[in-house]
C-alpha cells in the first residue's frame, strides 16, 4: 500500500485527547499540590508560628516596660562612666614599670622595642581631660559618686583619650606577644635541630663510626643544649627565654585587664539585662510573618525551601513489633504538637504552654477611676509616639487601674480578651492574672469583644469592689506543653523526648501525621463524638497499638519501671509521679491477685520483661507440712523449723530435704509396697516407727523408711530452686492451724459470703454470685414457649440457677469440712503464773488503746483510729464463740509468731504488770477479754443438714474426670472399693473405702473429696497455706502480657446482651441482691447500651466491650466476674462455670488495678531504658517497702508535713529573720547562692517558701486576721534568713498558704491518736502535765533517725528491740523480721538522711586504749554527769535510777556509745530542741551567759563549751572508761599454792 | 475636776522635766473590781510530790482555780486592755525597762502569773537549793530551757506579744506551771487572793477590756460581754469612780468542754 498522509489515527481528536489529558493532569497536578499545601499538621505548625510570635510579643511588652528601660538607661550610663574613668594609677604604674624592666633587660631588653612614652603620655592627657571635663561638670576633685562628674559633653573627649590610652597598652601588650611568639618558636626550631643532631649520632653508632666523630657529634649535641637550656650567667638559654618572655606578657595581659575591668563589668551587667529582651527578640523574628518567609511557605516553594516539615524522632533501640519483627520506631508527634517540650522562659521545667483549665480569680479595684494625667501622656508620647496614645489610652488606664494590658485581637479567636502584661505588684499581679490569660467573663457578664472588657474593667465599675474574673488559661491542644515537664519530655527530666519520643510511653502510630491515623483514644464517649466531628476520628481496629487513653496513661510506666515502687514520690519528684499505677499494684499486692494469675517478669532466668509478682516457693509451708511427721529425727525436726522462721536460709532447707530423700530411698518400689489409704500414716504405725527410731541406732533396721510419703513428696519441693524465685507471700491467713480457733459455722458463714461477717474484708465472695443465672423462658415438651393469658411467654428458674442452689451449700460445707478436717494440732500459750487479776475487759480496752494494737487495727469504739494493716477487730468476739477459740486469741495476742512463725503481727511484750497495790494482773489476757467482749448480733447461719443426693452428684460430676461414667456413679455412692487402692491416685484416694466404714463414714469420705476439688478448683491455695495443697499451683491465667493479649483470645461470650439487661449503674450488681429485689417481670428487659448517655467513666467501659477491647473486658470481669457465664451455664458442666470470685473493689480500685494489668506488655526495651536505681534510690525504695511491710509507718512518722506559702518580704516577722545566739556548729550550712534565691519575689511582690515540720493545732478563738504557726523540723532559708530548727515557729497567713500543695506527713497516724489519750493518762497523776512532754510518751517520730543513731545499733535494735524511754506508754515490739530486712530498714534511714552507711566510729586511738589525759577528763565529766544538778536528775545511769515522777525520767545514758552517733550527741546536748523541737531535755551548757557557770566550774573547769564536749565524750568511751574502773584482779581467790601443785599433780598421774 | 492622778503626773513631769502631753489636760481613770466565784469553792487539789524527796516537804497544789474559802474571791484572773494603741500614762515609762521576776520557790512558780509588757526583761530565778529548768515556749517567739542551779537566774526578752498568756513549766519536777502574760501596753491586772483587782492610769476614754482564767480560759463571766473573746467595752472616767463591782463567776465555766 502507497504510502500517504493519513495517520492510523485522527489528529484531531488526538489533540483533543491531548489537550483534554493534559488539562486533567495539569488540574491533578495543582489538586495535589493545594492537597499537600493544606495538610493537617502544616496549618497546625503554621498556627503555632503564629502563637509563638504572639507570645513572644506578649514576653517583649512585658519586659519592656519603663522600669525596664530607665535601668538600661542607667547601666549604660554606667558603662559610658566606666568607659570616661581613668585607670587605677596604681595598676598603670605596674604596667609600664614590668614594660620598662623588661625592656632593660640586660640579656633580652633589645627585643622589647616598646613605646611606654606613649603611655605615660595618654595617661597624662587622659587625667587632664577629665580634670577639665569635671571642672566644666562641676564636681570638685577627689569627688566621685555614681556619677563621676564629668559634663555628658565633654564624656566624648574623655573617652577619646582613655581609648588612646588603652590602645597604647595594647600596643606594648602585643609587642610582648610577638616577641613572645617569636621566642617560642626560636626555641622549637632548636628543639628540632637537637633531634636532628641526636639521630646523627644514633644513625653514626648503628654504622659504627669511629669514636672521634662521635665525640663530635656528642659536642654538638652540648653546645645546642646549652643553648637551649643556658648555663647560668654565661648564656641565657632558649627555654628560659620563652618562659620569660611568657611569663611577662601574662603579666602585662593581668594588668591591662585590671585596667579595664570596671568596663568589662558594667559592659556585662548591661549584656546580662538586655539578654532576656534579645533572646525574645530572636524568637520573634524567626515567627514574625514576613515576605521572606511567606515566599518560602507558598504552595510548590514551600517543598524546596521546607519552612514547615515534618519533625522525626528516630529510636532505633525503642523497637516495636511489627508481625513479629521488631522494628525501629519513627514518632512523628511533634510535628503537630510543636510546643510539647517548651518551657517557660527562666524555667527548666515549667510548661510554657500549659494545657487550658479555666479558673476564678478575684480582682481588687482602686476606689476611683484613674486617668491619665498630662505628665504620664507626656512620657507615653515619648516612649510609644504620638499615634499611639489616643489608642493606647485604654491600655494604660487599665495599666494605672490594674496593672494589665490588654492584646488589640486574641490568638485562636480574634474576640478573645487576652492579658499580656502584668505589672508587678499591681492588682492583678495580685490577683494572679498571668499574661497569656483569656478573661472570658467579668461577675455574670460573658465578654465576647474587647470593647466590651474595656466598659466592664473601666466604665461601669464599681469603684472599691472587687471584681470575679473567670479566666481561660493555657493552649488548647495540640500546642499544648507536656505537663510536668520535670518528670516527661523537658531537657532536664529522665524521659527526654530524644531520647524517648511519644508512642513508647503512649502507644499509638507514631509515624501517622494526620489525627485519625496516629490512634489517638479517645478518655470519654463525649470526647469521641467531638473527635469524629472536628477530625474525622474513629476506632482503628486495624492498629493494634491504639494509644492509652488519657484515664490509663501511666500503664505503660510499667515497660521500664517493673519493680513500680520507685514510682513513689521522691526527694525529687516529690509529686506523685505515677499514682494510679501505685495504687494499681498496691491493691494487688493486697487482695493477692497473683495468688491465681501469676505475673511472672522474667523471660527466662536473665531476661526480664516486666514486673514480677509471684507467689514466694511454698518451703514455709512445706517444712511445717513436714514437721506434723511424727518419724522426724530431732536434727530434722530443728532443720524443718529453721525453715519454718526463715524460709530464706538455704542451707537447713537443702540439708533437710537430703535427709528426707535418703529416707525416701529407702521405700521399697510401690508394687511390693502395702497400700497406703491416706497421705497420712496411722497414729500407731507413726509411733512404731518413732519408737524403733529412738532406741538404739545400731538396733534400728537400717532400710526401713522414717518419715511418711507425703513428706517423702515434699522433699522435691524442698529441694527445688527457682533462679528467680517469686518474693510475695501468699495474702490471706495461714489455715494450716484454723481447727484451733474456728468452728464449722463461722467457717460455713464465711466462705458463703465473707462480707456477712466483715464488710471491708480483702477475701472476695465466691458464692452466690446469681445475677447472671436469670429465668428463662419456660418450654413445652416440644421446646416451644408456653405463653401466658396475656401472650408473653411464662418465665421459669433456669437449670443453671437451679443447680447453683443446689450445689454451692454442698461445696461450701465440704470446703470448710475439709480444712477442720486437716487442720494440725496447735500448742496453745500457757497463761503466766502469779497473777493474782482476773481479766478485764475494761484494763483491756485501755490496754488496747494504748499498747499499739490501734496501730494496725480498727475498732469500733475508737472511731478515729483508720490502719488497715490488720483486720477491723469490731466484732472478733462474735468470731471466736469456743473455748478453744478463745484460747487460740489469747495465745495469738501474746505471742503471734507461735501460731505463723512469719507473721506481721510483731511481739508487743505483753508482760505481767505489778499495780501499786501489789496486784498482778496480765495485759494479754485483759486485752483478749476486751476483744471478746467486741461482740454485736452477728451470728453465723446455722449450719443444715448435707444434701446427700447433691453431695453424690458433685462427687460424681468430679469421678467422671477419671473413671467411666458407670464407674462414676457406683463411686460417687458407695465409695471406691478398697482393692482398687494400688490403683487409685491423687484426690479419689480420699475416696477409699474401708472396711469398717459406716454411712456417716462414708458420707464425710464424699464431703472430704468434694472439699478437696473444690479447694482446688477454686485456687483457695492462691491465697492461703492449706495442709495438702503445698504444692499445688496458681489456677488463673498469667497476666505477663496480658496488656497485649489478642483480643480476639477474649472471650467476650454473651456478655453485652447481659448489660443490656443489666445496665451498668441501675442496679447493684454482682451481689445477688439485685436479683432478689426485682421482680422476675424485670427480668430480660432489655435497655438500649448507649455509651454516649452514660456517665462518663462508664460509658468509655462500655463502649470498650462493644468494641471487644481489652479495657472493656477486664472492667466487666472485675464488676461482675460471672456475667461471661451469662446463658453459657446450660452448655456447661457445673464445675465448668467461671471461678473468678468477686472482689470487694470500687470503680476507683477497679480502674487502678487496670492501669496496672494493661501496662503488663511484657515489651522490655533496650537494656539502657529499664530504670535502674542509684544505690541511695534503690536503698529508699527498698526501706520504704518494709516500712510499708512491718507498718512500722503505723506508729512513726517518717516524714513530716510540708508547706508551701507566699509572704510579704516587709512583714516583721521575715524582714530580719530570727536572731540566732547559739554554738556555730548548730547554724545549718545554706550557700550564699540558697540564701540569695530564698529572696526571689514574684510578680505580686510576695516571697515564697516552702517549710517542713508540724503546723501548730489552732484553737477555737483562731481568728482569720491571725498566721497559723509552723512548728519546723528541718532548717530553712526565707527571704535571705535561716530559720532554725528549735527556733520560732514561723508565721503563715491563711491566705498565702498553698493548700493544694500541702505535702502530708508519712507515717505516725497511731501516734497522733495516742497523743489525747496519753494527755488524759498523764492529767490522772499530775493536772498540769505539759502538752509537749507527751509527744515522748508516744512512738517517736524518726525524721532524721539516719543522722541519729549507729547503724548496727539499729540493725540489733530491730531485731532484739529493749525499752529506751522509760515515760513512753509502750514499747517497741518486736517483728518477725530477718536480719536481711532489718539491714534494710538500717540502709533506709541512712540513705534518706544521706547518712554513712555502713557506720563505722572510730575512737581517737583505736577501742582499747585510753590516753590518760582522757580518763582524767571523762573523770570530770563523770561529776558532772552525777551532780544531781546535772544529768542524773532525770537519767538512768549504769545501775542508777532518779527518784521523782516516770514521766520525767529519761534514757539511761550506759548505751548512748553504742546507739548514738557522735557529731548527733553533740548537737543534742548543746542544744535538744534544735533536734527534736518537743524535747522537754533542758540546755545544760549555754555558749554564753550560763547562769549555773560556778557550780559547772567547780565540777568542770573551764568554759561551758569544754564540760559540753567533756560529757560528750565520756558518754562516747563509757565502756572503755568503766573497763577501767573494773578492778577483776581483786575479785578473783587465787587458791593456796600447795593445793595447786597437789591437784596439778593428780592430772599427772 | 482634776484627778489625783493627773496632779501626780503633773508632779512627776515637772521634777523629770518631760511630761508636756501631761500638761495639756490629759485625763485618766482607774478601772477597779472584784471577781467572786459563785458556788462552793473547790476542795484544794494536792498534788503529790512524795516521788521527788526535795519537794515532798512542800505542800503542792493545782493552781488552775483558786478561791478564798472565805469570800469566795477568785485568784489568779487576768485583766487587760486589749484596744490598739493605747495611751500610756507617764508613769509606766519608769518601769518600762524593769525586769519582772518569777521564781522557783518551793517547787512552785512565785508568783503563779506574771504581767509584763514587750519592754520589760523577764528574770527567771531559783530560790530552792535545788536544780530546776524553767521550759517556755512562746508562740512564734524564740523558746528558752535553761537549766537554774539554786540562786542562778535566767534573763529572756519576749521579741513579740502573746496573745495567750504563755506557761512556764519545769520538765523535772512535771506539775510546776506558771503563766507569763506578755501585752505591749502595761494595762495588766491579775486578781489577789480576794478576787481584787485594779488596772491604774488608763486613759479616760472607752477601751477595751478582756478577761482569761487559766481553767476557763477567756472568761466571760458577765452576758453582756463577747461571748467568744470575754471582752467588753467601757467608757473609762477621770478618776476612781470605774468598779465594775462583784462580778459573779458562775462555776460553770470551769467545767471541761
Known sequence: ??????????????????????????????????????????NYQRRFQRLE?????????????????????????????????????????????????????????????????????????????????????????????????????????????????????????????????????????????LDGVRSEYDIGVNEGMGEAQLAGIEDRVRVIEREINGDGDAVYGLLSAAQDAKTHREKLQKLLDRATADEALAQKALADHQADIKRVETTLAERRENLGKSFLEMPVVDAFGRPLKIDNIWLPQLTWNNNFRDVARFDRCTTCHQGIEKTAPGSAVKPGYPTTERIELTLATPSERPDLTEEQKLRLREIKGDEAVAEQELQYTLVQAYGLEIAKHGLFNAGDVTVTVVRPKSPAATARLEPGDVIEQINDVKLLDRSRAKSYLLDSVEWGKPLTLHVRRGTPEPYSSHPRLDLFVGSMSPHKLGEMGCSACHDGQGSATEFKWVSHTPNTPAQAEDWHRDYGWFNNHNWLFPMMPKRFNESMCLKCHHDVVELEPSERFPEPPAPKLVEGYNTIRQFGCFGCHEINGWDGPSRRRGPDLRAEPAYFAAAQSILTDRGLSDHERSLAEEVVAHPDRHEARKLLAELIKADAALVPPADEKAPQTDEKMGDEVAEQKALEMAGDAERTVPDQARLTPASHKLAGLLAADEETPGQFRKVGPSLRYVGSKLDLAFLNDWIKNPTSFRPSTKMPRFFGLWDHLVPQEKVDERGNPITDENGHPVMVESQGRKDAELFEPVEIRAIAEYLLDRSEPFQYVERYEGVSEKASAERGKELFSTRGCLACHQHKDFPDGKQSQGPDLSRIGSKLTTKDGQRWLYSWVREPNRYHARTVMPNLFLEPITAADGDVSDPADDITAYLLASQDD????????????????????????????????????????????????GDEQLLLRADGDSDGDLAKKKLLYVGRRTISRLGCNGCHDIPGFEDAKPIGTGLADWGRKDTSKLAFEMVVEYLREHPPGHAHAGDGHAHEHEGAAKEGEHHSLDPAEMEPNTGFFVEALLH????????????????????????????????????????????AVMTFVLGLVAEPPAAKYVYKSSPRRKAIVEGEQLLVKYNCVGCHTVKMETWEFDYDPADDSFANGPAFDDYPFLMPHFTPEQLAASKKTDRRGLGHATVTGMPVPTTEDHEPDEPLYFTLWEPVAINGHPWLVGGPEVPVMEQNLNKDKIRPYFGGDFARLLYPRAIEIGRRDNPNVKPSDVWGWVPPPLVREGQKVQTGWLHDFLLNPYPIRPAALLRMPRFNMSSDEAEKLVHYFAAVDNADYPYQYHRPGGSDYTPAADLDQYEMALKLVTDNNYCVKCHLVGDFKPKGLPAALAPNLDRIYQRLRPGYVTEWLAHPTRKLPYTGMPVNFPPRNDPNAKLRNSLYPGESEDALRGVVNLLLNYDTYMKHNMKIKSMVKEPPPQAAAGESAALDR | MKSHAAILTAVVSLAFGWGIEAANGEEWGTLKGRFVYDGEPPKEQAIPTDKEPMCAKHKVVNEELVVNRENHGLKNVVVFVSSKKVKEHPDYKKSAGDKVTIDNNGCRFEPHIVAMTLSQTLEIKNSDPFSHNSNLAPLGDEGINPVLTQDATYDYKFHKIQKLPVPVACNIHTWMKGYIVVKDNPYIAVSDADGNFELKDLPAEELEFTVWQEKAGWLVARSDWDKKKATFKMKIKPGDGNDLGEIKVSPKLFEKK
Open chain 1, 53 to 193: 510570635a504572639y507570645t513572644a510579643d506578649a514576653r517583649l511588652s512585658e519586659e519592656e516596660t519603663a522600669d525596664y528601660y530607665a535601668k538600661e538607661k542607667e547601666l549604660e550610663h554606667l558603662v559610658a562612666v566606666a568607659r570616661s574613668s581613668a585607670p587605677p594609677a596604681e595598676v598603670v604604674d605596674s604596667f609600664v614599670e614590668e614594660a620598662k624592666k623588661k625592656a632593660s633587660d640586660k640579656n633580652v631588653g633589645s627585643r622589647y622595642t616598646y613605646r611606654v612614652d606613649r603611655i605615660e603620655k595618654a595617661q597624662e592627657e587622659l587625667a587632664k581631660a577629665r580634670r577639665s571635663a569635671r571642672s566644666r561638670g562641676g564636681a570638685k576633685d577627689g569627688e566621685e559618686g555614681s556619677t563621676d562628674g564629668i559634663a555628658e559633653s565633654e564624656r566624648a573627649g574623655v573617652i577619646e583619650r582613655r581609648n588612646e590610652l588603652i590602645a597604647a597598652m595594647q600596643d606594648v601588650l602585643s609587642r610582648a606577644k610577638q616577641v613572645e611568639d617569636n621566642a617560642q618558636r626560636e626555641l622549637k626550631f632548636k628543639r628540632a635541630h
Open chain 1, 938 to 985: 452477728w451470728k453465723p447461719a446455722p449450719v443444715g443438714e448435707v444434701n446427700k443426693g447433691a453431695l453424690e452428684q458433685l462427687a460424681f460430676i468430679y469421678l467422671k474426670g477419671s473413671f467411666t461414667e458407670r464407674q462414676a456413679v457406683r463411686f460417687a455412692k458407695d465409695g471406691i472399693p478398697s482393692d482398687l487402692a494400688a490403683d487409685i491416685k
Open chain 1, 1 to 42: 500500500m502507497p504510502a500517504n498522509e493519513q495517520t492510523w489515527r485522527d489528529q484531531k481528536l488526538l489533540h483533543v485527547v491531548f489537550g483534554v489529558t493534559s488539562i486533567v493532569m495539569l488540574l491533578s497536578t495543582i489538586w495535589m499540590l493545594a492537597k499537600d499545601h493544606s495538610r493537617e499538621w502544616k
Open chain 1, 1108 to 1151: 471487644h477491647q481489652r479495657e472493656g473486658f477486664i472492667w466487666q470481669k472485675l464488676r461482675e466476674p460471672r456475667s461471661y457465664d451469662f446463658k453459657k451455664t446450660e452448655n456447661k458442666e457445673y464445675t465448668d462455670r467461671l471461678r473468678m470470685p468477686k472482689f470487694n473493689f470500687d470503680q476507683e480500685q477497679i480502674e
